[in-house]
T-cell receptor, first 117, second 115 residues
Framework: NAGVTQTPKFQVLKTGQSMTLQCAQD?????MYWYRQDPGMGLRLIYY???????DKGEVPNGYNVSRLNKREFSLRLESAAPSQTSVYFC????????????????FGQGTRLTVV | AQSVAQPEDQVNVAEGNPLTVKCTYS??????LFWYVQYPNRGLQFLLK??????LVKGSYGFEAEFNKSQTSFHLKKPSALVSDSALYFC?????????????FGKGTRLSVIA
């Protein structure tokens, strides 16, 4: 009963390096989300995928790209990491999405703590 | 655009006293409202939600929240606080009448329950 699994849990990058954060859910949810959490800023949406094959920008998409590889997996890529991207990243999934009304809660992964030096 | 405001960064309460964590929201249509809790170095855990129906919603760990449409509020409450309730609490909203819009979160309120 894994729920939402994120890898890695911790990562240190040098400025300019690239990396991909992985997220997988085993609940057959349609919608998946990437948030970042910074002190005093709450959770800010980076990108989301309402259903397999679709992705949309959130509040803070600059510097990131995403891939909805299949229904289970939604990855977040930093092409050229910057210190401003030091944050805790959370992936979430929700049962309903697309044109259906969302009426269930989101399930979150344990987070990836990323430091860019 | 939808938004959530949590006006208090920090709430301190003595153990055994009632607690309230405030949340107000803004959506163009009718809201779905949620409360989540985050313990240190953990992800967010769902506490409760308002979808429709009774304005008083009961959730996990003895928490409840009251939906007030006229005041656009969804305050989180608990009659008797425990030290173990100390954590970061997030309110979230989604417009019920929109298609693909995601959950929008407030900035969080840190609850500290003092023994």
């Amino acid at each position: 009963n894994a729920g939402v699994t994120q890898t890695p849990k911790f990562q240190v990058l040098k400025t300019g390096q690239s990396m991909t954060l992985q997220c997988a859910q085993d609940m057959n949810h349609n919608s998946m989300y990437w948030y970042r959490q910074d002190p005093g800023m709450g959770l800010r949406l980076i990108y989301y995928s309402a259903s397999e094959g679709t992705t949309d920008k959130g509040e803070v998409p600059n510097g990131y790209n995403v891939s909805r590889l299949n229904k289970r997996e939604f990855s977040l890529r930093l092409e050229s990491a910057a210190p401003s991207q030091t944050s805790v990243y959370f992936c979430a999934s929700i049962q309903k999405g697309g044109q259906q009304v969302l009426n269930t809660e989101a399930f979150f992964g344990q987070g990836t703590r990323l430091t860019v030096v | 655009a939808q938004s959530v405001a949590q006006p208090e960064d920090q709430v301190n309460v003595a153990e055994g006293n009632p607690l309230t964590v405030k949340c107000t929201y803004s959506v163009s249509g009718n809201p779905y409202l949620f409360w989540y809790v985050q313990y240190p170095n953990r992800g967010l855990q769902f506490l409760l939600k308002y979808i429709t129906g009774d304005n008083l919603v009961k959730g996990s760990y003895g928490f409840e929240a009251e939906f007030n449409k006229s005041q656009t509020s969804f305050h989180l409450k608990k009659p008797s606080a425990l030290v173990s309730d100390s954590a970061l609490y997030f309110c979230a909203v989604r417009d019920r009448n929109s298609g693909n819009t995601p959950l929008v979160f407030g900035k969080g309120t840190r609850l500290s329950v003092i023994a």
